[in-house]
């Protein structure tokens, strides 16, 4: 859960200053779609961690 916890507020950290448009001065701006395709990705790349994190066995 927190390696999880840390996937998606990293991702997030990089992503929603991008799409609020900080890099606009170097002439990086992103449209509102491509925005809400990235969010998506995020959830994608948490479920997907989620379900690898199933397989490993905590030995304590």
């Known amino acids: 859960m927190i390696q999880n ?4 507020a990293g991702y997030n950290i ?3 200053p ?4 900080v890099a606009y ?5 992103l449209s509102p779609a491509v925005g809400a395709a ?3 990705i995020s959830t ?8 690898l994190l199933q397989r490993v066995r ?3």
Request: charged fraction near 5%; aromatic fraction near 6%; proline fraction near 0%.
């Open 58 to 60: 905590l030995t304590a």
């Open 14 to 16: 990089v992503a929603i």
């Open 18 to 21: 991008l799409a609020a448009g």
């Open 5 to 8: 916890l840390w996937w998606g």
């Open 25 to 29: 001065s170097v002439g990086l701006v």
């Open 38 to 40: 990235l969010m998506s």
């Open 44 to 51: 994608v790349i948490v479920a997907i961690n989620a379900k």
